[in-house]
T-cell receptor, first 113, second 116 residues
Framework: GDSVTQMEGPVTLSEEAFLTINCTYTATGYPSLFWYVQYPGEGLQLLLKATKADDKGSNKGFEATYRKETTSFHLEKGSVQVSDSAVYFCALSDRDNAGKSTFGDGTTLTVKP | GAVVSQHPSRVICKSGTSVKIECRSLDFQATTMFWYRQFPKQSLMLMATSNEGSKATYEQGVEKDKFLINHASLTLSTLTVTSAHPEDSSFYIC????????????FGPGTRLLVL
């Protein structure tokens, strides 16, 4: 079945540091890949997505590139802010599996001033 | 953008009672909705797929008689936790894709259930 493996957290960075959260996946079909962000006590918000190989998703300074050859979708940001502190989930959605989403375990990011 | 709401946002109930959680797509129609539960500091686990006009499809290990799902209209799915017990305490989240766009899920804000 489909699975998503995320870099374990928690991750603690100083403001303006560079962020990388690794994500790799296995899927039987041709999935779309996503990063979601969850702030304390809230639901998930879509951060960015990529629907095919070599696509780059980007939003709010975050980027991730769909790498089929390495089955990866690593999240990066050049300069994090305190407001970026949240839990980040990598996920895939497989069209061949009725659009069901499979999530990684989540990575907690804390950015200190 | 597409908006999904959930009600209530938070509920506390006594053990043995039933709790209904609503999931609504506010500005689009959703023939399919998904229900997830999330334990503290853990990921989302898919519980079931709610299908408008037909029976829900449950994931392995999820008791369909315990978690009743009704997809009454193209904008509303309900999850009823029957005879709730403390171990059912969790964060329940629904999602819905736009018609013809299964790749992207729009998530509700979640419902936190605490069973005493």
């Amino acid at each position: 079945g489909d699975s998503v493996t995320q870099m374990e957290g928690p991750v603690t960075l100083s403001e303006e540091a560079f962020l990388t959260i690794n994500c790799t996946y296995t899927a039987t079909g041709y999935p779309s890949l996503f990063w979601y962000v969850q702030y304390p006590g809230e639901g998930l918000q879509l951060l960015l997505k990529a629907t095919k190989a070599d696509d780059k998703g980007s939003n709010k300074g975050f980027e991730a590139t769909y790498r089929k050859e390495t089955t990866s979708f690593h999240l990066e940001k050049g300069s994090v802010q305190v407001s970026d502190s949240a839990v980040y989930f990598c996920a895939l959605s497989d069209r061949d599996n009725a659009g069901k989403s499979t999530f990684g375990d989540g990575t907690t990011l804390t950015v200190k001033p | 953008g597409a908006v999904v709401s959930q009600h209530p946002s938070r509920v506390i109930c006594k053990s043995g009672t039933s709790v209904k959680i609503e999931c609504r797509s506010l500005d689009f129609q959703a023939t399919t909705m998904f229900w997830y539960r999330q334990f503290p500091k853990q990921s989302l686990m898919l519980m079931a797929t709610s299908n408008e006009g037909s029976k829900a499809t449950y994931e392995q290990g999820v008791e369909k008689d315990k978690f009743l799902i009704n997809h009454a209209s193209l904008t509303l799915s309900t999850l009823t936790v029957t005879s709730a017990h403390p171990e059912d305490s969790s964060f329940y989240i629904c999602s819905a894709p736009l018609a013809g766009e299964f790749e992207t899920q729009y998530f509700g804000p979640g419902t936190r259930l605490l069973v005493l």
